[in-house]
């Protein structure tokens, strides 16, 4: 494939942590060939036996996992989600980029990465080298979620009365310093809250002893208990 190049394999001047050989690479389910992959601290790179291959920055790894579903792939290997297309899908996305909306621009290329080791019983090392490399290359998005723009309560400066103290006022007060506008929405909250209250005695049709003294005036009630078991055979959704 075209983005198969030759380069030297990182050392331990890069941190090598993890050199495997007899490991095939699988590009999107196609065979790159068996070569040999190199787990290092600046890169995860893999070269063939012609010095052929290819590298992989930390920042665009999305996912590494060890996968052991022999129904997903027919072999335990190092799984690994890259964003970014690689062969002959980046020559193909180019063109179908050019002819797309932009409201496609946030939908980002994968790619998928299946790394076979010849012994299998190496996985857990590749995978435990793979962490470490990574941890070294944090997301910076994720670092930027960790700043707080605001401002910071300096309680020090105001306990030593060197910062702005916050005003605040009584009912009253606060009264007073309402406009118009806001002195007439605060009766009209008054007076939804004031009937609110005066109907919690009929809600869901429920009758206490407090609304059954309200219809007691001019009014014939009943106030024979409802029969046990009435509503036994109702279909209830629960």
């Known amino acids: 494939m075209s983005f198969l190049k030759s380069f030297p394999p990182p050392g331990s001047a890069e941190g090598l942590r993890q050199q495997q050989p007899e490991t095939e690479a699988v590009l999107n389910g196609k065979g790159l060939g068996t070569g040999t992959l190199y787990i290092a601290e600046s890169r995860l790179s893999w070269l063939d036996g012609s010095g052929l291959g290819f590298s992989l920055e930390y920042p665009t790894i999305s996912l590494h996992a060890v996968s052991r579903d022999l129904n997903a792939y027919p072999r335990e290997h190092l799984y690994v989600m890259v964003n970014a297309k690689f062969g002959e899908e980046s020559k193909e996305s180019v063109a179908e980029e050019e002819e797309e909306d932009d409201s496609d621009d946030d939908v980002e290329p994968i790619a998928e990465f299946r790394f076979v080791p010849n012994d299998k019983s190496a996985l857990e090392a590749m995978f435990t080298a793979m962490c470490e490399c990574q941890a070294l290359h944090p997301d910076p998005e994720d670092e930027d979620s960790d700043d707080y723009d605001g401002e910071e309560y300096d309680v020090e400066a105001h306990e030593q009365g060197q910062g702005d103290i916050p005003t605040f006022y009584t009912y009253e007060e606060g009264l007073s310093h309402l406009t118009a506008e806001g002195q007439a929405t605060l009766e009209r909250l008054e007076g939804m809250l004031s009937?609110?209250?005066?109907?919690?005695?009929?809600?869901?049709?429920?009758?206490?002893?407090?609304?059954?003294?309200?219809?007691?005036?001019?009014?014939e009630v009943d106030t024979t208990p409802t029969v046990a078991g009435q509503f036994e055979d109702a279909d209830v959704d629960h």
């Open 195 to 219: 009937q609110s209250v005066s109907s919690q005695y009929n809600m869901a049709g429920v009758r206490t002893e407090d609304s059954i003294r309200d219809y007691e005036d001019g009014m």
